[in-house]
């Protein structure tokens, strides 16, 4: 493909498409952005195309790598917003000794294996350890929001991931030079120079930038509309300073921005994290598109019995030797340090600096340099796919994580609140309580439901409450206002088809006082408003659950209470929940179990005296 304009727009469609397929069939994303770019790259080769149809080296020449590396930087920027330093309470040890003590092991593993299995020279060994020694966030991230796994594993993945790819990047830019320079005798005091050097200069450069932009925002001498833009020019700007002072140190300084921001509490920086997750998705789609694409058959065809056997020497031995070695002494819990033994997908800065590397070596003599490409791509591709089409069932089967989790978390813990999590608890659903009112906590507690005190839009609470086994949000308080706050915070957690909040009331001339694009999909009914749903429970109406059978059908269920029913729920037989909103028709079938709010009149045949139809309801 010879047209810029094309190849670009390629780019961009392809893995685009590649995340909306992965999201719509429920396969990890990084598996089709691969597929997607290998099929444009060397795949339409194989098809008998006289070239590819997408070739990134061509379109991008010397500014590919950069390119890359701007990329991965704004990506690493990005992840260090995420990085709440209070999640290192529980698991902080684990992660210190993961990038230390563990990234040591699997240095000195990967180089060993590479030398005697491979066959490669010490020195390349040593080199190519060094570069497989980063785990990635480019990977870990969609991984994780695939599986979203429970406990601390979640974070320890999270911090590993993003802090282990700087130093990564510095120890092989390290060894680099002693291989390069012929003085692998004094990769040591080398090694601890360029470390604290790097340390030191970095990380004040990531923590000036971030206190300018606090100072920025605080003197409110940006508009929002410049907020985002300014951010990038500040990323953009640190990376380039600090790579340009010493090689490979931007990535250091831009993640240390990012944890900065991240943790004071002097400015509302959601509107950056907003914007910052929207460019990050578009970024991995591209990143793993041109990685796909820029395998050359050649390369491929270099990839023999010796490199797939280092790749799964990688997988089986060297990541669980690592984690054992890094959680000697930690109180981490069986399942979880065994599902860290099976998560170590290699990603884009692996590929980018091996690429970088193997062609310098070349140029000053190196025949075998050739040889770290393929190899990389193969840790890469093989990591990637191993533990993208397994980690989920991996996490599945040691409790850690749900393939479609049902339960939800309600925002308020009212009476209406209460009702609707202690019957979906009844049907064996896990029901949060979110609320700030101590009294309707308390009573929540004493009847045994699961309530948290504090405000849904704190920033500690994703840290107190564990998500395993909630999917999605109901947001059930008699203010609009918090019902959509809550809906518009946690869309970026359950997705916007998961996220619900009952119907806002009528203003003056029966308008909603909130615009519908600012709220969550409608629960129930749009005339289903709060205080009309409280005043039935005041009246006595009771919430029942029934399963419905052939000769009980909807119809039945409903000539026999009353059309004032209003429908919640409906539980299938598979035990996924439908949650009754107002733009959809209900048609709930026989063998499933419909959840309703019944009038406190009694129905028909039991008002009339005449024996009472059994529908195995249970009233909540």
């Not at 890094?326 to 590929?351: H, T, Y």
């Not at 029942?544 to 209470?561: G, I, R, S």
């Not at 429908?567 to 209900?586: H, I, K």
Request: hydrophobic fraction near 55%; charge should be positive; proline fraction near 4%.
């Amino acid at each position: 493909m010879h047209d810029p304009l094309t190849g670009l727009a390629l780019i961009v469609i392809l893995g685009t498409g590649a995340q909306w397929v992965a999201w719509a069939i429920r396969l990890p994303s990084i598996l089709l952005l691969l597929l997607f770019g290998f099929i444009a790259g060397p795949g339409s080769m194989l098809l008998g195309l006289a070239a590819p149809i997408v070739d990134p080296d061509r379109l991008f020449g010397s500014l590919l790598l950069p390119m890359v590396s701007l990329f991965v930087a704004l990506i690493l920027f990005e992840g260090g917003l995420s990085l709440d330093l209070r999640e290192l309470r529980g698991a902080g040890h684990v992660v210190r000794n993961l990038v230390t003590t563990g990234a040591l092991a699997t240095w000195t593993l990967a180089a060993t294996t590479a030398h005697w299995i491979i066959g490669i020279d010490a020195a390349l060994a040593v080199l190519l350890g060094a570069i497989l020694v980063v785990t990635g966030p480019t990977v870990i991230q969609p991984l994780l929001r695939h599986i979203r796994p429970s406990g601390r594993v979640s974070p320890v993945l999270k911090w590993e991931g993003i802090v282990i790819d700087p130093i990564g990047a510095l120890l092989a830019v390290v060894v680099f030079e002693m291989v390069a320079g012929s003085a692998m005798e004094h990769v040591g005091k080398h090694l601890a120079a360029v470390v604290v050097t790097t340390l030191f200069l970095s990380s004040g450069i990531g923590v000036l930038a971030a206190a300018l932009l606090v100072l920025v925002l605080r003197r409110y001498w940006v508009p929002d509309y410049l907020q985002a833009a300014v951010t990038f020019m500040l990323v953009a700007g640190s990376y380039a300073t600090a790579d340009a002072l010493q090689p490979e140190s931007g990535l250091m300084a831009v993640t240390v921005m990012g944890i900065t921001l991240a943790n004071q509490r002097r400015v509302d920086i959601h509107a950056i994290i907003e914007f910052k997750e929207q460019l990050r998705t578009l970024l991995l789609s591209s990143l793993f598109v041109l990685l796909g694409a820029r395998l050359r058959l050649a390369d491929l065809q270099r990839i023999g019995p010796g490199i797939l056997l280092f790749v799964a020497v990688l997988i089986l031995v060297v990541r669980p030797a690592s984690v054992w070695l890094a959680s000697v002494g930690c109180n981490l819990q069986r399942a979880e340090r065994l599902f860290l033994m099976w998560m170590a997908p290699r990603g884009i800065v692996a590929a980018a600096v091996a690429s970088v590397f193997a062609l310098a070596l070349e140029e000053k003599g190196y025949a075998q340099a050739r040889l770290l490409v393929p190899i990389t791509f193969a840790v890469i591709v093989g990591t990637v796919l191993v533990y993208g089409l397994t980690a989920g069932k991996i996490a599945r089967r040691l409790g850690l994580s749900d393939a479609n989790p049902q339960g939800v978390m309600i925002v308020g813990a009212g009476r209406l609140c209460r009702a609707v999590a202690k019957t979906l608890s009844d049907l064996g659903l896990r029901a949060v309580l979110v609320d700030t009112n101590r009294d309707h906590v308390r009573a929540a507690r004493l009847t045994g439901l699961e309530a948290y005190h504090g405000s849904i839009l704190a920033s500690q609470l994703l840290d107190e409450i564990d998500l395993a086994r909630i999917g999605r949000l109901l947001a059930l308080t008699s203010s609009d206002e918090v019902n959509a706050l809550a809906v518009r915070r946690f869309t970026r957690v359950f997705g916007r088809a998961e996220v619900y909040q009952i119907a806002p009331e009528l203003g003056l001339g029966g308008r909603r006082q909130i615009e519908e694009h600012m709220c969550g999909r409608c629960l129930f009914a749009q005339d289903a408003g709060f205080f009309r749903l409280e005043a039935m429970i005041t009246n006595g109406a009771l919430l029942k659950a029934t399963k419905l059978t052939d000769m009980f059908d909807f119809a039945a269920f409903t000539a026999l209470y009353g059309v004032d029913t209003i429908p919640l729920f409906v539980l299938a037989e598979t035990g996924v929940l439908r949650v009754v909103s107002a733009e959809q028709r209900l048609d709930p079938r026989p063998g499933q179990t419909l959840v309703a709010l019944v009038p406190s009149r009694q129905p028909r045949d039991e008002a009339g005296g005449s024996p009472a139809v059994n529908t195995g309801s249970k009233e909540a």
